[in-house]
């Protein structure tokens, strides 16, 4: 009895603690915020607004141009996307400058008000107090230059990546055509779509917004009691207790949300009357484009299976479309990979998570390492690398990711490890990745692509000539110059095999290097390879202690 009178006394001081001093950082972050807030929110808005309409005019002409040379479109496609092409470019416009001024905001609030309560961690008294008193000051005006100089890399350099793949086409490629036949029966899909979707859907999200709000309360106070999810970090509590007090206003943001969704849901009819070549797949779709998204809220709301409205087959061939299955039983390898693992994390298991940047920076370091190892072995040099800065090197921008990612799947195989061994030994699993969208898209066609690998059971020289793929990019000449030991398979359908994997590993390289952070990082890992290079040249090479 004493002891539990001990602990509701103990906690009770903690809370009497607590209150004042969340309500002195609290108003210490608003202080710095206040202070810095301008300088903030004028760096990004300005130098994002700057970024989008200073390079308006290229955009504008660099798309009509790659749209009236690319051979993937047919003549009657060029002519409907160039005379559309103001549109999507007015539209990034808005959305471009609408959504900086709202990052401004946000940025200049929320990154001094973290690094204020971040700063209750560090060691020692005058730590702490020096770091509440700093933190989040200086350091917010040199993140938002950060931000912007993701939005210019992002703008540029990931633009130009991917009209240079528009201006890239197989030559057995069939350019896709515009139906013009078909276009009355999408317009009629289309405005028939908006006319049934819009009301429907509006009255299913109006009916589940009051489920939302109860069982998203219901789950925001279990992770505050488990310490999971947005509680499980110390500095992140005071942030996100108040996600509790303001779920009204995100349930309301979902329903707003859920009613301009129902519009893309109404246009894509035309989407399907087109692909189809049919009005009446279109008018189908429309029907079963409420039971579809009354089903998907049913799955986020955990309520029952399935939908209660009608759901006809709209679509000739199977609905789930899947474009990666070269090898025999990869589907069921994959699902024995998920099987060892529960797709639902335990609130222990969220606090032993990995944390995104430690994998992001140990991915740019394996670049680091693998190209350092290369320009060693004489499997690229200097102008290599000089040419990344021109953005004519996929050698350095891509091949080398590939290579270092190749690595990792290899070294994964041979230690049987059902995750990825990185470098320094640390294992990504299904359980300990990071969690977010961006690392579920990233994680699956990962183990899609080691387990083809795992499946082909590569002997030591394919799986020197596959490394050579992945970094040559297609490049025949130097995949023959580079003697690694690896050495192409007799067998022809082997071979193409291991041709496939290469080009989805570039792929997915290719599609990374389009992130807005990327270009940022890498820029200084080639700096490092420079280095390297210069040093190799001059004959300093660096002492290994």
Same mark, same amino acid.
């Given at each position: 009895?004493?002891?539990?009178?001990?602990?509701?006394?103990?906690?009770?001081?903690?809370?009497?603690?607590?209150?004042?001093? *969340?309500?002195?950082?609290?108003?210490?972050?608003?202080?710095?915020?206040?202070? *810095?807030?301008?300088?903030?929110?004028?760096?990004?808005?300005?130098?994002?607004?700057?970024?989008?309409?200073?390079?308006?005019?290229?955009?504008?002409?660099?798309?009509?141009?790659?749209?009236?040379?690319?051979?993937?479109?047919?003549?009657?496609?060029?002519?409907?996307?160039?005379?559309? &092409?103001?549109?999507?470019?007015?539209?990034w416009t808005i959305i471009g400058v609408v959504g900086s001024v709202i990052m401004g905001i946000g940025y200049a609030f929320v990154w001094p008000m973290m690094e204020t309560f971040k700063a209750t961690n560090k060691p020692g008294f005058c730590n702490k107090l020096t770091g509440c008193l700093v933190d989040g000051t200086w350091?917010?005006?040199?993140?938002?230059?950060?931000?912007?100089?993701?939005?210019?890399?992002?703008? *540029?350099?990931?633009?130009?990546?991917?009209?240079?793949?528009?201006?890239? @086409?197989?030559?057995?490629?069939?350019?896709?055509?515009?139906?013009?036949?078909?276009?009355?029966?999408?317009?009629? @899909?289309?405005?028939?779509?908006?006319?049934?979707?819009?009301?429907?859907i509006l009255v299913i999200v109006i009916y589940k917004a009051p489920i939302l709000l109860f069982k998203g309360w219901h789950r925001l106070f279990e992770d505050l009691v488990g310490r999971s999810g947005p509680f499980v970090e110390t500095v992140c509590v005071p942030l996100a207790g108040f996600l509790i007090l303001l779920w009204?206003?995100?349930?309301?943001?979902?329903?707003?949300?859920?009613?301009?969704?129902?519009?893309?849901?109404?246009?894509?009819?035309?989407?399907?009357?087109?692909?189809?070549?049919?009005?009446?797949?279109?008018?189908?779709?429309?029907?079963?484009?409420?039971? &579809?998204?009354?089903?998907?809220?049913?799955?986020?709301?955990?309520?029952?299976?399935?939908?209660?409205?009608?759901?006809?087959?709209?679509?000739?061939?199977?609905?789930?479309?899947?474009?990666?299955?070269?090898?025999?039983?990869?589907?069921?390898?994959?699902?024995?990979?998920?099987?060892?693992?529960?797709?639902?994390?335990?609130?222990?298991?969220?606090?032993?998570? &990995?944390?995104?940047?430690?994998?992001?920076?140990?991915?740019?370091?394996?670049?680091?390492?693998?190209?350092?190892?290369?320009?060693?072995?004489?499997?690229?040099?200097?102008?290599?690398?000089?040419?990344?800065?021109?953005?004519?090197?996929?050698?350095?921008?891509?091949?080398?990711? @590939?290579?270092?990612?190749?690595?990792?799947?290899?070294?994964?195989?041979?230690?049987?490890?059902?995750?990825?061994?990185?470098?320094?030994?640390?294992?990504?699993?299904?359980?300990?990745?990071?969690?977010?969208?961006? *690392?579920?898209?990233?994680?699956?066609?990962?183990?899609?692509?080691?387990?083809?690998?795992?499946?082909?059971?590569?002997?030591?020289?394919?799986?020197?000539?596959?490394?050579?793929?992945?970094?040559?990019?297609?490049?025949?000449?130097?995949?023959?110059?580079?003697?690694?030991?690896?050495?192409?398979?007799?067998?022809?359908?082997?071979?193409?095999?291991?041709?496939?994997?290469?080009?989805?590993?570039?792929?997915?390289?290719?599609?990374?290097?389009?992130?807005?952070?990327?270009?940022?990082?890498?820029?200084?890992?080639?700096?490092?390879?420079?280095?390297?290079?210069?040093?190799?040249?001059?004959?300093?090479?660096?002492?290994?202690?």
């Amino acid at each position: 009895m004493d002891d539990v009178l001990h602990q509701i006394l103990l906690y009770s001081g903690y809370t009497i603690l607590f209150i004042p001093l *969340f309500v002195i950082l609290f108003l210490l972050g608003s202080i710095k915020a206040a202070i *810095f807030s301008p300088f903030v929110f004028l760096v990004i808005k300005f130098g994002d607004a700057g970024v989008i309409i200073g390079l308006w005019p290229l955009h504008l002409c660099w798309s009509a141009y790659c749209i009236s040379k690319s051979k993937k479109v047919g003549p009657y496609m060029k002519c409907l996307m160039i005379i559309s &092409l103001p549109i999507p470019i007015a539209l990034w416009t808005i959305i471009g400058v609408v959504g900086s001024v709202i990052m401004g905001i946000g940025y200049a609030f929320v990154w001094p008000m973290m690094e204020t309560f971040k700063a209750t961690n560090k060691p020692g008294f005058c730590n702490k107090l020096t770091g509440c008193l700093v933190d989040g000051t200086w350091t917010c005006v040199l993140g938002a230059c950060t931000i912007v100089r993701d939005f210019g890399d992002f703008s *540029f350099h990931s633009y130009f990546s991917v009209m240079d793949e528009l201006l890239e @086409a197989e030559d057995d490629e069939n350019p896709i055509e515009l139906k013009v036949t078909q276009i009355p029966g999408c317009i009629l @899909a289309a405005l028939l779509g908006l006319l049934v979707d819009v009301l429907m859907i509006l009255v299913i999200v109006i009916y589940k917004a009051p489920i939302l709000l109860f069982k998203g309360w219901h789950r925001l106070f279990e992770d505050l009691v488990g310490r999971s999810g947005p509680f499980v970090e110390t500095v992140c509590v005071p942030l996100a207790g108040f996600l509790i007090l303001l779920w009204p206003f995100a349930v309301i943001l979902a329903v707003l949300a859920g009613f301009l969704s129902s519009v893309g849901f109404g246009c894509y009819a035309a989407v399907v009357a087109y692909e189809e070549n049919s009005t009446k797949k279109g008018l189908l779709y429309i029907v079963a484009s409420v039971a &579809l998204f009354d089903e998907w809220t049913n799955d986020l709301l955990y309520l029952r299976e399935g939908s209660c409205f009608p759901r006809p087959k709209y679509r000739e061939g199977a609905e789930g479309n899947s474009t990666l299955h070269p090898l025999n039983g990869l589907d069921g390898q994959i699902e024995v990979v998920h099987a060892d693992y529960s797709l639902t994390r335990t609130a222990s298991q969220r606090i032993k998570a &990995l944390k995104a940047v430690v994998v992001w920076d140990n991915f740019f370091e394996a670049c680091e390492g693998s190209g350092k190892e290369l320009l060693r072995d004489g499997a690229i040099d200097k102008l290599d690398i000089e040419e990344w800065q021109s953005s004519k090197s996929k050698i350095v921008n891509i091949g080398i990711p @590939a290579y270092a990612f190749l690595g990792c799947f290899l070294q994964s195989i041979h230690s049987g490890s059902a995750g990825f061994v990185m470098r320094e030994n640390v294992e990504v699993t299904n359980l300990n990745r990071p969690e977010g969208r961006v *690392f579920d898209w990233l994680f699956e066609p990962m183990c899609v692509m080691k387990e083809q690998i795992r499946n082909l059971k590569l002997v030591e020289s394919e799986e020197l000539f596959l490394c050579k793929l992945a970094l040559y990019c297609g490049d025949a000449q130097r995949i023959e110059a580079w003697q690694n030991g690896g050495i192409p398979p007799y067998d022809e359908i082997r071979r193409a095999q291991l041709e496939g994997i290469s080009r989805r590993l570039q792929g997915f390289c290719l599609t990374l290097s389009r992130l807005p952070t990327f270009r940022r990082q890498f820029y200084a890992v080639v700096n490092e390879l420079l280095d390297e290079a210069n040093n190799q040249s001059s004959g300093n090479r660096p002492v290994v202690v």
